[in-house]
């Protein structure tokens, strides 16, 4: 008898759900509308916290305003993973402009073109529509190209380390 978890009653959910690390989770949010809600829940948010980085650190990193636990575990994550100072960083094949864990701005994408076969040729995209524009100005273009210079910079850290 197979079960569908999207009839199963949303407390049952949330304690499977508590099972799974912050990758899982994050990709729990993608199935499906309830899943998103569910995988949203800020009491999972917050062990998840609590347990990766301590109780102390949970007190002092309480949301405030209008954040979710779930958007001050990602901003600690990303403080932990590229620092806290200004940064350029790259997910997937976005770019964000980062200070202290918070982005601050999104860069634009770093499409490749259909026939363009090395890095030095592609075009980025301004904005999230996927327009396929060039970067709109020269500052652009060096953005991204710092952005590629950390991304570079860091993998050969990680390789030199392993």
Same mark, same amino acid.
């Given at each position: 008898?197979?079960?569908?978890?999207?009839?199963?009653?949303?407390?049952?959910?949330?304690?499977?759900?508590?099972?799974?690390?912050? *990758?899982?989770?994050?990709?729990?949010? *993608?199935?499906?509308?309830?899943?998103?809600?569910?995988?949203?829940?800020?009491?999972?948010?917050?062990?998840?916290?609590?347990?990766?980085?301590?109780?102390?650190?949970?007190?002092?990193?309480?949301?405030?305003?209008?954040?979710?636990? =779930?958007?001050?575990?990602?901003?600690?994550?990303?403080?932990?993973?590229?620092?806290?100072?200004?940064?350029?960083?790259?997910?997937?094949?976005?770019?964000?402009?980062?200070? *202290? +864990?918070?982005?601050?701005?999104?860069? +634009?994408?770093? =499409?490749?073109?259909?026939?363009?076969?090395?890095?030095?040729?592609?075009?980025?995209?301004?904005?999230?529509?996927?327009?396929? =524009?060039?970067?709109?100005?020269?500052?652009?273009?060096?953005?991204?190209?710092? +952005?590629?210079?950390?991304?570079?910079?860091?993998?050969? =850290? *990680?390789?030199?380390?392993?």
């Amino acid at each position: 008898m197979a079960v569908d978890m999207e009839t199963l009653p949303a407390e049952l959910c949330l304690k499977i759900f508590c099972w799974l690390d912050h *990758q899982n989770l994050a990709a729990a949010h *993608q199935v499906s509308k309830r899943w998103k809600l569910l995988a949203s829940d800020d009491v999972l948010w917050f062990e998840l916290f609590k347990e990766r980085w301590g109780e102390d650190r949970a007190a002092f990193y309480a949301p405030a305003d209008s954040k979710s636990w =779930k958007d001050v575990y990602e901003v600690q994550d990303r403080c932990d993973r590229v620092g806290l100072g200004l940064k350029i960083i790259r997910e997937g094949e976005d770019y964000y402009l980062v200070h *202290q +864990g918070e982005i601050q701005r999104y860069l +634009g994408s770093r =499409k490749f073109r259909k026939g363009e076969n090395n890095g030095l040729s592609s075009k980025g995209t301004l904005g999230e529509d996927g327009s396929g =524009k060039e970067p709109s100005s020269i500052l652009d273009q060096i953005l991204f190209f710092i +952005g590629d210079l950390e991304v570079a910079a860091t993998e050969a =850290k *990680q390789r030199r380390i392993l």
